[in-house]
T-cell receptor, first 114, second 112 residues
Framework: SAVISQKPSRDICQRGTSLTIQCQVDSQVTMMFWYRQQPGQSLTLIATANQGSEATYESGFVIDKFPISRPNLTFSTLTVSNMSPEDSSIYLC???????????FGQGTRLTVV | DAKTTQPPSMDCAEGRAANLPCNHSTISGNEYVYWYRQIHSQGPQYIIHGLKNNETNEMASLIITEDRKSSTLILPHATLRDTAVYYCIVRVGTGAARQLTFGSGTQLTVLP
């Protein structure tokens, strides 16, 4: 597998502001995903980050709230916009090296909105 | 993807085998069984996967029943570092849709 670095690892933000989370992979990957893990809960897929095109969002998640970029095969960003305390979660980046390999994950970004 | 059912929690003595069950009675013929684990404050880690044959790697063994409606993940000699939430996921093994759907998982606590 490869290594995913997420930045920041944690942050405390004021409500109404936005935070951009970066996901950097040390190898080129075919697919990248963003997940959210609310306190005490399992992981929920937010979207698939598509290189050079708009991300594919899951039900309940919209681009205006969670804009995603993927400019190349090793990097993606997730922005949490106009934050409220309900956005306090761990946000995780995941990737696949190829279509036939298994997903690996970053360590996550722990976001607290106050 | 088929849904899975796992016990919410299990304990295991250090050095003993940990057997984690998963029920996936609605699994389709082209769906694989995947296991991931999440150690506290870390991202999920891939453990093993299988279609219908039993599988073994350096981390664990996966036993799938003949009718494929259930499976068991076996950690042969559990250590304290194996304490984690273990997720059983059923999904199609190939194709463009490679995202994972996580259930609630099993909290395994390895006791000294």
């Amino acid at each position: 597998s490869a290594v995913i670095s997420q930045k920041p690892s944690r942050d405390i933000c004021q409500r109404g502001t936005s935070l951009t989370i970066q996901c950097q992979v040390d190898s080129q990957v075919t697919m990248m995903f963003w997940y959210r893990q609310q306190p005490g809960q399992s992981l929920t897929l937010i979207a698939t980050a598509n290189q050079g095109s708009e991300a594919t969002y899951e039900s309940g998640f919209v681009i205006d709230k969670f804009p995603i970029s993927r400019p190349n095969l090793t990097f993606s960003t997730l922005t949490v916009s106009n934050m409220s305390p309900e956005d306090s979660s761990i946000y995780l980046c995941s990737a696949l090296l190829t279509a036939n390999t298994e997903a690996f994950f970053g360590q996550g970004t722990r976001l607290t909105v106050v | 993807d088929a849904k899975t059912t796992q016990p919410p929690s299990m304990d295991c003595a250090e050095g003993r085998a940990a057997n984690l069950p998963c029920n996936h009675s609605t699994i389709s013929g082209n769906e694989y069984v995947y296991w991931y684990r999440q150690i506290h404050s870390q991202g999920p880690q891939y453990i093993i996967h299988g279609l219908k044959n039993n599988e073994t790697n350096e981390m664990a063994s996966l036993i799938i029943t003949e009718d494929r409606k259930s499976s068991t993940l076996i950690l042969p000699h559990a250590t304290l570092r194996d304490t984690a939430v273990y997720y059983c996921i059923v999904r199609v093994g190939t194709g463009a849709a490679r995202q994972l759907t996580f259930g609630s998982g099993t909290q395994l606590t390895v006791l000294p």
